[in-house]
Each structure stands twice: as C-alpha cells, then as structure tokens.
C-alpha cells in the first residue's frame, strides 16, 4: 500500500538499528544500501517504522532527514489523508528515484529515464567536441565513464530499451564521425563498432538493442538477494558464492553468443573491405591501444 524511502545525514551502528526496527515494524519490509533505508507494506505498519526509524535512529547514529524522504502510494484519493499521517515528508501516487533508478508508475518511470537521457546526450556532444583535437582522450572518457550511467540503469530498469533511443542517435550521428573523422557512419559500420575490441570493433555498443539483456542478467545473477529483500529477512544474508558464479558465466555467454551471430550476420552483409577490416582488427593485440588509458606523462 505504501513505500517510503529516506536518507540520513550520517549513520552508525546500521546492524543494530535495523533489528530494532523489525522488532517495532515487523510486518514492513525494509531495504537498507549504505544509510539510505526504504520500508515497504500496509500504511499502518510503514507508519510504525518510520516512528520507529525517528525515535530510535538519532539514539545510535542515525539521523532521518524528512526533507529527502518520499512516501509512494497507490491510491491518489488517499494523498490528503497520507499527508497528514505522514506529516513533513512527500508523498506521491507517481514515484520517486531511489537508489540512481526509478520506484513508480510506468509514466513517471518513462519521464525519469527521458530527463537522465537528455542529459547523457549533452554529454556525449560535449566529448565528440573533445574528440576532434583528443580522440583517444574522449573515447576513453565515452567508456570508462559517461557510458556506465546508463549501464547501470540498464541493469535496474526495464523495458527503457526503446527510450535510449536518443543516445544511440547522439552515438551515431555525433560521437562516431567526432572519432573517427567520418562524414556519416553508415548501419554496417554501426554494427562493426558495435563489436568488442577483441572482435574487431570499438566496444561502443547501442544501448537500444543491449537494454534488455542487461537487466534480465541483473536479475539472474541477483536473484537470491531479490527473494531475501521480498521474503523480509532479518538475519544475516549470505549470498550463494557458487551460484552467483555460474549465473554471471552464463550471462556472458549469452553476451558472447549474441555479439558472434552480431559479427556474423555483419560479415555476411557488409561487403568485402568491412569484412576485411573487421578481421585484421580481430587479430590478437590489434586492439590493445583502445584498452589503454592515455596518460599525460606519456604525451
């Protein structure tokens, strides 16, 4: 019925906390990442967490800020009603970011992703400008930073494929030609860059067409914690090393076998210089300057 999320302005003695907090609000389930907790269940039961969270956090440690804390609710007829039972936080029937991603209605979620892919796109501008005096320098930029903020959300939202869109347009029409000198990338060079280093591309891969897979494996590989935080466990979560492994083995196979029927079907139509290209790029420690960072020592 009711979910709220809240951050603290320092903490000590989490552990402890947390276990008073199930004593006192047994029946809402709560979540903690570092000192920002959130408390899901019945708006009666996250009420008596959240007196719990502010008459117990401040006695160890931790102090609530009601200012960052939002309330997320189903029903909007209730929005008056959960304002005074919640009184000094927000409350919404839309959502609220949490954790660099997104709890709430699926519009509210579209709304949030399109406000962060604005901002990627200005970004990836401002490194194509880079690219023409330092492209190795923006390359490394593209991905070793700006390209894993939408990694991330990848890995925690789903279905945003189609909203990554503008990103994949920014790629292709503005950062590709800044590195490479080109006027215009064409589908098939698209596809080429695309590809892994080790494959003979660039690592500069379409977020459109990598969304999904990226949060199903997210999924996959967390899922013992994903069951624990549901069934509100208390005690101490000890992750199942072995199975953990062998998850993130088979999402990069999966990665693997969808990147090699990428190359293939690449091979197949892109004609016989491409695919000449491609091949000499491939061989081994041919791409071994695109995983090296450029240092300013070494010019």
Known sequence: EAVVSTQSTGGIGIMELIYILKQHAPNCHNSWFADDSAGA????????WWEALQFFGPRIGYFPQPEK???????PNKLEHFRAMFPGIQVTVEGTRYL??????KEATNNYVTTKV??????IKDIATTAASEPQYAYSAYCYGVMKRWSYLMRTTPDIGSLLDPIEKAIKNTLLPALTGLTTVSESLRAAFALSPKNGGLGISNPVETSDLEYNCSVMINEDLIKAIIANRCELFLPDTDKISKAKI?????KLEKEQQKKFNLLNTCGEELGRQVA?????????WLSSLPLKHCG
């Open 69 to 75: 804390t939002c309330l997320l609710i189903k029903d």
């Open 250 to 254: 088979h999402c990069k196979k999966l």
């Open 280 to 288: 000499l790029a491939s061989e081994k420690g041919a791409s071994s």
């Open 100 to 105: 660099g991603s997104f709890i709430g209605t």
């Open 118 to 123: 604005d901002e990627w796109v200005n970004d």
């Open 41 to 48: 269940g019945k708006a009666e039961d996250v009420k008596l």
